[in-house]
């Protein structure tokens, strides 16, 4: 066990998404309880092919935006986390862990990972996220990564359970390095 509670028990890294990641993404990608909070899913093969197929294309996209990347942990492929540079120097970051790796500090150290490419990978100003109300462990990863809550968006995506509001977490370069 790790001297901190919100450090991950096993190494975690990112890499870039891969098509021969479609079965492992789909594991959890086809699960109702892996996207209640999202307007997305439970998927078909088909609609997880896709997915990964746009997050792989936009690894060669020039201008790049998009930088969907695997989770990993014992070697396996247990999640997604996503950075997308919004333009003004600010990002939005997105995360999603297979929920048999629920409570483990996997989600928290992907995050931290996708600040850091934001931050010195992409010379970032502002980084920000967003979930929903109801989703308390997201919200609890967005505060463990020192992200402030900004506010609740009303009404801001469609889901299975009807209209969805949004809280708006940020962080800022300068909170993150102790600079100013």
């Known amino acids: 066990m790790s001297g901190r509670p919100d450090w991950p028990s096993v190494p975690v890294r990112l890499r870039p998404l891969a098509i021969g990641d479609v079965d492992a993404v789909h594991e959890w990608a086809q699960r109702e309880d892996a996207c209640r909070y999202q307007p997305w899913g439970p998927n078909t093969l088909e609609q997880t092919r896709e997915f990964v197929r746009d997050a792989v294309h936009s690894w060669k996209s020039r201008p790049q935006h998009r930088f969907v990347y695997a989770v990993v942990a014992d070697s396996?492929?247990?999640?997604?986390?996503?950075?997308?540079?919004?333009?003004?120097?600010?990002?939005?970051?997105?995360?999603?862990?297979?929920?048999?790796?629920?409570?483990?500090?996997?989600?928290?150290?992907?995050?931290?990972?996708?600040?850091?490419?934001?931050?010195?990978?992409?010379?970032?100003?502002?980084?920000?996220?967003?979930?929903?109300?109801?989703?308390?462990?997201?919200?609890?990863?967005?505060?463990?990564?020192?992200?402030?809550?900004?506010?609740?968006?009303?009404?801001?995506?469609?889901?299975?359970?009807?209209?969805?509001?949004?809280?708006?977490?940020?962080?800022?370069?300068?909170?993150?390095?102790?600079?100013?």
């Open 76 to 180: 396996r492929v247990v999640g997604t986390a996503e950075l997308r540079l919004r333009g003004n120097d600010q990002g939005e970051i997105a995360y999603l862990v297979h929920p048999d790796y629920w409570g483990r500090g996997l989600a928290t150290a992907a995050a931290r990972q996708l600040l850091v490419a934001g931050f010195v990978g992409h010379s970032l100003h502002r980084i920000f996220a967003t979930c929903d109300p109801r989703n308390n462990a997201s919200r609890r990863v967005l505060e463990k990564i020192g992200m402030a809550y900004e506010g609740r968006m009303r009404e801001t995506i469609r889901i299975r359970d009807g209209w969805r509001d949004s809280d708006l977490y940020a962080i800022l370069c300068h909170e993150m390095t102790g600079g100013t």
